[in-house]
């Protein structure tokens, strides 16, 4: 079935710094892929999300590029603030599956002020 | 706001208990999502529902089972609880016109 992975576990930046989130997929079928923020004790939100006819969105300091061919998509935040650290998810799903989303495994980002 | 929530927060059974988690939520939507959340493991999807009365297996949905009576409450019921299945437990809806999924509390399920 669909996988999707999602590296690294942990990243831990300096306030200012960027970070980047990247995750695979394995069935070429998939058409959206959209990003979740999960603060602690909170319940994970959409931030942002990327469909396949497109390679990039921007929304402020975060973005979202694809690369179909490679079958793997990224999460860039620019000029980290503390309020950015959470454990963030990506997600993938196909059309014709009910909103279905297979979520990777979770990167618990860090910054440091 | 699109409103989600959960019967509990917290929650200790017993093993062997038949346990209810249940999930309202308030916008209608047509598609319900339950969830358990593992550390390193992510979101992994139990059992999910396009309708009233409709259900379908996700990717873990041994020792589970849902139902769907009306179209705001979807139950998660876990027939016989067992240790394993301590775990954070998040419910999740969805309206046709978005692909957002809205989220629930969660449920801290600790089964001794």
């Known amino acids: 079935g669909e996988n999707v992975e999602q590296h690294p576990s942990t990243l831990s930046v300096q306030e200012g710094d960027s970070a980047v989130i990247k995750c695979t997929y394995s069935d070429s079928a998939s058409n959206y892929f959209p990003w979740y923020k999960q603060e602690l004790g909170k319940r994970p939100q959409l931030i942002i999300d990327?469909?396949?006819?497109?390679g990039e969105k921007k929304d402020q300091r975060i973005a979202v590029t694809l690369n179909k061919t490679a079958k793997h998509f990224s999460l860039h935040i620019t000029e980290t603030q503390p309020e950015d650290s959470a454990v963030y998810f990506c997600a993938a799903s196909k059309n014709n599956q009910g909103g279905k989303l297979i979520f990777g495994q979770g990167t618990e980002l860090s910054v440091k002020p | 706001d699109v409103k989600v929530t959960q019967s509990s927060r917290y929650l200790v059974k017993r093993t062997g208990e038949k346990v209810f988690l249940e999930c309202v939520q308030d916008?209608?939507?047509?598609?319900m999502f339950w969830y358990r959340q593992d550390p390193g493991l992510g979101l992994r999807l139990i059992y999910f529902s396009y309708d009233v009365k409709m259900k379908e297996k996700g990717d873990i949905p041994e020792g589970y089972s849902v139902s769907r009576e009306k179209k705001e409450r979807f139950s998660l019921i876990l027939e016989s609880a067992s240790t394993n299945q301590t775990s954070m437990y998040l419910c999740a809806s969805r309206g046709l016109a978005s692909n957002e999924q809205f989220f629930g509390p969660g449920t801290r399920l600790t089964v001794l």
């Open positions: 916008m209608d939507h047509e598609n």
């Open positions: 990327i469909r396949s006819n497109v």
